[in-house]
């Protein structure tokens, strides 16, 4: 499941995903009648206008031994909310195809880590990076260190700690909008401390967040680039990374 997001904005995060999984040997198949998960609406109290998004979710991805995504905030929107909607739409047969795919949905260090038991994914990125918890895997998928796991054991990655990591970043999907001056001032902090931790490059599973995070840092001139944590695993010696939609050699990225 690539994400709304990604597919939009960042595709280059879904293709890293692709190349990944199919390097440690996972058949991997993309179903082009996916779209929106629906978190948009139940977060801001429209579940019943969620109620199609869920029904073409199941729709797509029953049947499938797993979905992976490269979003703890959409893993955690069809693992926590899906069977809110199916339930309050009274849907006995949504709510059993509920009941089959949310189980089955993980976010990608998850799924690495605890469904593949994998930490060391054969990657090459030789730079310091530090690592944003996005608050949906932290608090609701509780995703603890698999991500720190999978990147110390990045060949060539230096991993240093991001000062008050576990602050929220301020993006909050439609918070953002409506709270336009909170968020930046969030946003700032949380860009301040970036820079306090001498990183080149600022990771995390979500480009939600990194978008919020990497505006401010380009507005800053900071000289700290952003990644999703999928596009550090994807890439190998020789191979190409890419960097917030911007394509970059994996081993010139902190230049």
Do not use: W
């Not at 797993?66 to 309050?88: D, F, I, N």
């Not at 999928?230 to 990225?253: F, I, K, M, R, W």
């Amino acid at each position: 499941m690539v994400t709304c997001v990604n597919d939009a904005m960042y595709p280059e995060t879904g293709k890293a995903v692709v190349t990944l999984l199919r390097r440690l040997g996972v058949e991997v198949d993309f179903p082009e009648a996916q779209t929106c998960c629906g978190q948009p609406m139940v977060n801001t109290g429209y579940l019943d206008e969620a109620v199609p998004l869920v029904r073409n979710f199941v729709n797509t991805f029953d049947g499938y031994d797993a979905v992976v995504t490269p979003s703890g905030s959409c893993a955690g929107s069809v693992r926590h909310q899906h069977s809110l909607v199916a339930r309050r739409a009274g849907d006995r047969a949504l709510e059993e195809a509920v009941a089959r795919t949310s189980p089955c949905s993980y976010e990608l260090s998850e799924f690495l880590v605890d469904v593949l038991g994998v930490e060391d994914v054969g990657a090459y990125f030789p730079h310091k990076v530090t690592y944003h918890p996005t608050c949906h895997s932290l608090r609701m998928l509780g995703v603890g260190d698999r991500p720190l796991r999978l990147l110390q054991a990045v060949r060539g990655l230096k991993l240093v700690d991001l000062p008050k990591a576990e602050e929220c970043c301020g993006f909050g999907g439609t918070f953002a909008l409506k709270n336009a001056e909170t968020s930046v001032a969030m946003g700032s902090d949380k860009a301040r401390h970036v820079r306090e931790s001498g990183a080149e490059v600022l990771v995390a599973g979500d480009n939600s967040c990194l978008t919020q995070i990497g505006g401010l840092l380009s507005r800053q001139r900071a000289g700290v680039r952003v990644m999703h944590l999928a596009e550090v695993l994807a890439a190998t010696e020789g191979s190409t990374g890419h960097s917030a939609g911007h394509p970059v050699d994996a081993a010139e990225v902190g230049a």
